[in-house]
């Protein structure tokens, strides 16, 4: 009984373990091992030598190098310059938040100026600034709360610039959370004080800065809102792309398997035709698909954010910043998700041409699927703007990251990377029908996958296809 | 008999792999023509290249005056062909599937109603289950459907590749009288077999091919008489030792 089990068990797993199946499990390592490992350069920490006064125990203050996070840099305007507003910024740095004084004392122009910051020769991007109104010390002493302005400035809508979006309320707990010591100092006693007062003196009067514009709204919920509307675009390139790559090599296939593709190739007509309408039948079914999608998920959406949870007047914020989701948008993006379509069907295509049985399909999609994901994990955590240029490149000639960031582009007008996306992906399309077409017309499309198969070592297992090799 | 098919010094290898090593032969209009060989012969391999599906290395091949190579697309307006062990889209009717492919493969209505009458006769002997879904189909089904299918239109050149492999003796003999039948419309047929027995009653002449090389050719009376051979496989035998022992002398 028992060895009997086991002689079934053994081959059961080595039909499980095969090159198929462990490739995928190698890519998700390798994908996630680099993520990893990029993650915290690009989130966390790059550090900057700055030179900071400290105040010793006797009372005297000194000039010295200290080492501090870029993130924890803060631009700081002081209109009150009172003994309060400068024990606000001598002591922010002990919550970690670096304050920086820019040249304007214009807020607009301070973003402007802070965008591209010079800090000892170095160029860095500071994303938020708080200004401190002048009567903050004597209103502080009257027992009234302080408005401080937070200006936070949005250039992507990735993940990372959320966090860097939520840098200014952090700064504006930080002050809270130093004044407080003092304020327990001032009042401590007091029974007519409120508690809360003293825990949080400040409150913040939020501002957003796109595209050169400043206006008065909460970054983080035009962040929120964008992504609510944008998120569907990865998950639906995702779901697209593995259903029409799916029925279109599946189609190829079966053909083959049934030899109907034969009898199709030696009847008196155009074999293009027979491509074609393959390839447009599968875009038409995804196009079908990803409208009725977005449809439901608007829907979905709009009823998860009860339609009034955003302030009056957001829209028209909106509008100033150039953030509108109109026709010609979403004609925009429309086009990109359909060229990533074309792209994905083109190389299930040239998958379903050259492989023989539909059992090994599955496992030649994968490399398509992971073509699709990486991009997407990637634009989810971090901009891939920002992304060092060797990195970028490689992510960027995976044709789909173009419809990832296409929304991003359109609003933060980086028109030059969208018309280049179009481009290069039409051409990756183009080049790719091209070789099919060839490999349509010749014969290669009957001897090619013989020729693998009779191969010595090379068997149905392999991921090697003639002199090409996928993934 | 006037020639419409000629084959010449024929040639084409897969990689490394010799599979046809320059093969002739002619088919003559009307004519019943069986390429009869073990597996792995080179059978199907020469079928394919008459009927365009790939590209010979070396040679010619002439359809009437077509040079099959240069026009493959007019070639393709001559002829069927029948992929061995072909099967149909599964989840069409038989009906359904020959109007599908008579209207691929005309270019009216009226021949293509004409193409589909003419199917249903061929294939009456499915009778009812000609409007059933092809999955439910038995090999044998299959194989009618799909011979209708390719005799249709009604080509000046019918190829069919092991058109009765695999079929029981009743279904084998019903198929292969129909194949004679064919001629009388003055179709020429070129099929393939490795069974050599059974091909011996429905072809005009035959070419014993293997490994690549024709050894002979000859109507089966011919070939018999020659090799002094009861039958076909018999003939096979001798032709290929002779050739084989002249070679290695
Ligand atoms: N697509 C192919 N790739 C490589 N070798 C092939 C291919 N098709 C056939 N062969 C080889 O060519 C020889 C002839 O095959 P084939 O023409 O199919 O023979 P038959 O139809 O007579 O059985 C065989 O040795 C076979 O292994
Ligand atoms: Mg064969």
Known sequence: MKNKFFVIFKKELKDLITVQTLFPLVLIFVLFYFLGNMMPSLISDDTVTIQSEQTDQSGQTSEVEITVSKNSMIGFIDYDKSELSDYIYVNLPTRGITPIIPKSSNPEEAMTELETYNLNGEEIKIQSLIVIPEGLDAKLRAGEYVSIDAYSSIDSFGLTSMIAGASAQTAIGSINSVLTRELFDLYGGDPSIDINYINYPVYSNDYTYLNSKTEKVNATMVLSYVSSQTMFIPIIIMLILMMASQMIAGSIVNEKTDKTLETLMTAPMNRMSVLLAKVLAAAIYAIIYAVVFSISNNNFMGSMAGGDIYPEGFAATLETFGITFNITTLAIVGVQLFLSVLCGLAISLLIGMMIEDIKSLQAYLIPIIFAVMIPYFLSMFLDINTLPLIAKILVYAIPFTHTYTAFTNIFVQNYTLLIFGAIYQAIFVAILLTVAVRIFNSDKLFTLGQIMKKKPGKKNGSFSIGKWRIG | ?249
């Open chain 2, 1 to 249: 008999m006037p020639k419409l098919l000629e084959i010449k010094n024929v040639k084409k290898s897969y990689g490394k792999k010799e599979a046809v090593k320059g093969i002739s032969f002619e088919v003559g209009e009307g004519e019943i023509f069986a390429l009869i060989g073990p597996n792995g012969a080179g059978k199907t391999t020469t079928l394919r290249m008459i009927s365009t599906l790939i590209e010979i290395n070396d040679g010619q091949i002439l359809l009437g005056d077509i040079d099959v190579k240069k026009n493959p697309a007019k070639a393709r307006e001559l002829l069927t062909y029948l992929p061995d062990e072909a099967g149909a889209y599964k989840n069409m009717t038989g009906i359904n599937y020959l109007k599908f492919m008579a209207e691929l493969c005309t270019n009216s209505a009226e021949e293509q109603k004409k193409s589909v009458d003419y199917a249903v006769s061929v294939c009456s002997s499915l009778g009812d289950a000609i409007y059933d879904k092809i999955k439910t189909y038995s090999k044998g089904m299959m194989r009618k459907l799909l011979i209708a299918r390719a005799v249709m239109t009604r080509p000046k050149l019918a190829i069919l590749d092991e058109p009765t492999s695999g079929l029981d003796i009743i279904n084998g003999l019903e198929v292969r009288n129909f194949i004679k039948s064919l001629t009388e419309t003055g179709m020429s047929v070129l099929l393939s077999s490795h069974n050599m027995l059974e091909i011996d009653y429905v072809s005009d002449r035959v070419a014993i091919i293997d490994k690549g090389i024709i050894y002979a050719i000859g109507t089966p009376k011919e070939l018999k008489e020659k090799y002094e051979a009861q039958n076909l496989e018999e003939v096979f035998v001798k032709c290929v030792k002779e050739v084989e022992g002249s070679r290695e002398e």
